[in-house]
Structures are given as structure tokens and as C-alpha cells.
């Protein structure tokens, strides 16, 4: 996501307010024989722009009243600028999916998404759909659900199994002790190996901080939002024992932060963060690699005197919001629709199977509906298990700044070894919470 998107923001404000008093390009939504027209924008993947196409006919079909246009969301120059044009030329579709919430956070403050949870229905879709627990995280500062999450890829560790036996273990390490044990002992059999080798990890684009640090600490701090609505509630305590862990990791030269070529596949990187969407390629490109035989997966290890089980990771999910240009009519027939998709466990299951992607469900590992695709599967059913212990991104327009500021401030020094944990910690509240006044 690139951070002139802000700029861009605030030129699509001063363009929505024109526009409206010129009032909506669109003709009315409903024809004179009471047949309500929404428009859909789908992710640019061909598997969701077909889900969502075979459930709009579906829905069609039980209600005659609804017409839905399914179309894909613009990618040039990226789905989040498309979608703030279209919003200024008063063009903005009905509802639309794709959505996190820190890129929710900025539409909602420009008073451009409906809250969902003022909608009738909303509430039957957290019961029917049994994802209380995993929706609660997505509660915004000023008490609403603007997006309804339709996936979450709880994200996970890679772990090479084939190493860690090699090294004596049968599991990955639980706590940063272990870890650094596993490390030493790494080190000391393959001095050219690793225990986490990625260059991202001294880049401070904003997005890479939901990959390396969100999840470490996510786990050390039991899901602390660190930052609620415009207040920083970062823990410090949690915060610091995960900057120590990397420098540690740093001094035992477990940690090399530069470009190396499929690192985890070919076994320079013992440890390395992992989501669903990763499968698809290795069956292509490294057949090799085979669950819980030469790798496995895990939450995120945490501090000593955390019970590991407690452990939290970062939410990689998107959602759908409805937007407040849509008439009253155009904004309940959506809701309607999408309350309909998501009474039926099975449109999930094919969701899940044909993307790949799990429903944001508390049940999935639970459900008879999901069973099957988890058998066939088994590598996503860890990411299963753990929807509901995923935290999702923080609910802040500003966040593309404020995650840039984790980077320099912060992390990237710490895995340069340039600063102290403690320091980077302080110097990294500092700059955000200059941001935030």
C-alpha cells in the first residue's frame, strides 16, 4: 500500500463534498417495478470474483427483487485508490470486498462506510455464522463494525522440521528460551544457516511490520491492540521482551537480513512466517516440501512466563463494508444478500475450498461443513484452529504512517543492531504518539 494514499485521501474529501451537492451520478436503484440494483466489486482473484458471481445468481434466483452486478475492483493504481476515486466521482459501488480494517479506518472517518452493526440483519450474521469471538477484534474505538471479515489467514510459523530433528527436536520451540537454545545449536552445527533469514525484516515498509513484528508481538502481549482509535495502548512490557528476542537472535547471529532466494525452502532459514496462500505455490514449485515431514507450523513463540497456549498472531484479513452514498434500499438489499450467503455454512466450505482462504468462523475446525477440505488439506488446519486468536490490523487512518514509524524508529534498528530494545521502544512511542496528536 503506498503512502501517497493519504494524500489522495484528502483530495477525494474535497471532491466528495463537491460532487454531493451536485448530487449522485447513478440512476435510481429502483425501477419502477420494485427491483433494487446493487453493484459488488470483487478482489481482483478469479477464484472470489467467481464465488461471488455463482452466489449473486443463486440469490437471484430466491429473491426477484435483487439484481447484483458483480465486477472486479480496479488494481491500477491499487484497489484502495480505485475505490477512494470512485468514491469521489460518486461512483462508489454498493458494497464492496477487499476491505482491512486500517484502510476501512480512513473511509470511516471520511463518514464514506454505513456501520454495518446499524443494519438489520447484522447481528444474524454473527450468530448464524458463529464468529462472535472472531469478529470482536474488529470492533472500531467509536463502538461499531464497519467491515464484516470474510477470511482471516491467522498467520503462522514455518518451521523445518527436517532441521529440528537434526538438532534433536521433535517440535518447534514453544518460549524465546527455547528458541534461542534451538538457535545455538543451529549455529554451532551449520554456521551458514539461519534462524530466521529474511530481508524484510530491516525494510520498514509499513505492511512488512504485520509479517515479523505484529506477530511476535501479538503473541508476547495476549492480542494488545497497541493502537485504539488515536491513543497508543502499546505494551511495553510485552514490546520490549519481543525486541530483546530479536536482538538476542541478532547476537547469536540467528538473524540475516538480506535477499536470499526461497530461503525456507532450501533450508538456509530454519524458521520463517508463513500464510496459506503459501501451499499453492510450493505444489508447483517445491513439491518437496511436505507437512509435518520436512516442515511443520506453529503460533508464535512468547516470552518465558507466558503460557504458550495464550498465544496470539496477526489477523492477514479483508472483509466487506457497504457504503453510505448507497440509498436506504441499495444498503438493505447488501445486507440482505450477504445475510443470506453466510446463513449457510456450505457456501462458506466452498469459499474455503476454491480460495484457499479460511472464513472468518469460530467453527471451523468444529464444523462438519469444513471437514472434508481440512482431510484433504491438513496444512491449513492449524491456520483453522487459530481464526479466532488472529488479531486484525489496528483501526487507525493513519496507519500506513504509524507502521513506518515501528520500522524506523524501531524494529529495523534492533535487527541492525543499532539500538537498544528499550530505547527503540521508547523512540518508536514517541514518533507515534507525535503522530497521533
Keep these: 500500500m503506498k503512502r501517497k494514499m493519504l494524500g489522495l485521501l484528502a483530495l477525494v474529501l474535497v471532491l466528495s463534498s463537491m460532487l454531493a451537492a451536485c448530487g449522485s451520478k447513478k440512476q435510481s436503484a429502483t425501477t419502477a417495478d420494485g427491483v433494487t440494483t446493487i453493484e459488488f466489486w470483487a478482489a481482483a482473484n478469479p477464484t472470489q470474483q467467481a464465488f461471488w458471481e455463482k ?8 429473491n426477484s427483487k435483487v439484481k447484483i452486478n458483480v465486477s472486479v475492483i480496479k488494481e491500477s493504481p491499487s484497489s484502495e485508490a480505485s475505490i477512494q476515486a470512485a468514491i469521489a466521482g ?12 486500517g484502510f476501512a479506518a480512513q473511509l470511516a472517518n471520511s463518514k464514506a462506510l454505513v456501520p454495518l452493526d446499524t443494519l438489520s440483519g447484522f447481528n444474524d450474521i454473527v450468530t448464524t455464522r458463529n464468529m462472535k469471538n472472531t469478529i470482536e477484534p474488529w470492533k472500531f474505538a ?35 528460551s527455547e528458541a534461542l537454545e534451538v538457535n545455538k545449536k543451529l549455529k554451532a552445527k551449520y554456521p551458514d544457516k539461519y534462524f530466521w533469514a529474511k530481508a524484510d525484516l530491516a525494510d520498514p515498509t509499513a ?17 494488545n491492540k497497541f493502537i485504539e482509535g488515536n491513543k497508543f495502548v502499546g505494551d511495553e512490557k510485552a514490546g520490549v521482551e519481543t ?8 547476537k547469536d547471529k540467528g538473524i540475516l ?12 532459514s530454519l524458521f520463517i512466517d508463513l500464510g496459506p496462500w503459501t501451499f499453492t505455490n510450493w505444489a508447483e514449485k517445491f513439491p518437496d516440501m511436505k507437512y509435518n515431514q520436512n516442515y511443520t507450523l506453529s503460533m508464535p513463540p512468547v516470552p518465558d512466563g507466558v503460557d504458550p497456549k495464550d498465544s496470539k498472531t496477526f489477523a492477514d484479513t479483508k472483509g466487506l463494508v457497504i457504503y453510505a452514498s448507497a440509498t436506504k434500499e441499495q444498503q438493505q438489499a447488501a445486507m440482505d ?3 443470506w450467503v453466510y446463513s449457510d455454512a456450505k457456501n462458506d466450505a466452498q469459499w474455503f475450498d476454491e480460495t484457499k482462504l479460511p472464513p472468518a468462523r469460530d467453527d471451523l475446525t468444529t464444523n462438519e461443513s469444513f471437514k472434508a477440505i481440512l482431510d484433504k ?17 489496528m483501526d487507525n487512518p493513519k496507519y500506513n504512517d504509524l507502521q513506518t514509524f515501528i520500522g524506523q524508529e524501531c524494529w529495523n534498528k534492533v535487527v541492525r543492531g543499532e539500538i537498544d530494545p528499550a530505547a527503540g521502544w521508547a523512540n518508536m512511542k514517541k514518533a507515534i504518539e507525535g503522530e497521533l496528536q
Design 55 to 62: 452466489m449473486a445468481k443463486a440469490y437471484e434466483q430466491t
Design 257 to 268: 537480513a538480506q535477499n536470499v532466494q526461497d530461503p525456507f525452502e532450501t533450508g538456509t
Design 337 to 339: 444478500f450477504v445475510k
Design 243 to 250: 525486541l530483546k528476542f530479536i536482538d538476542d537472535l541478532r
Design 207 to 223: 505492511w512488512k511490520r504485520w509479517f515479523d513484528f505484529f506477530m511476535l508481538y501479538n503473541a508476547a502481549s495476549g492480542g
Design 142 to 176: 467509536d463502538g461499531h463494525q464497519y467491515v464484516l471479515p470474510i477470511y482471516s489467514n491467522a498467520m503462522l510459523f514455518g518451521w523445518r522440521l527436517d532441521l529440528l530433528k537434526e538438532l534433536g527436536y521433535n517440535e518447534p520451540p514453544k518460549t524465546y
Design 90 to 101: 460518486g461512483s462508489a459501488p454498493t458494497i464492496s470486498e477487499n476491505i482491512n480494517r
Design 377 to 393: 488439506n491438513p496444512e491449513l488446519k492449524p491456520y483453522a484452529e487459530n481464526v479466532p486468536n488472529a488479531v486484525p490490523p
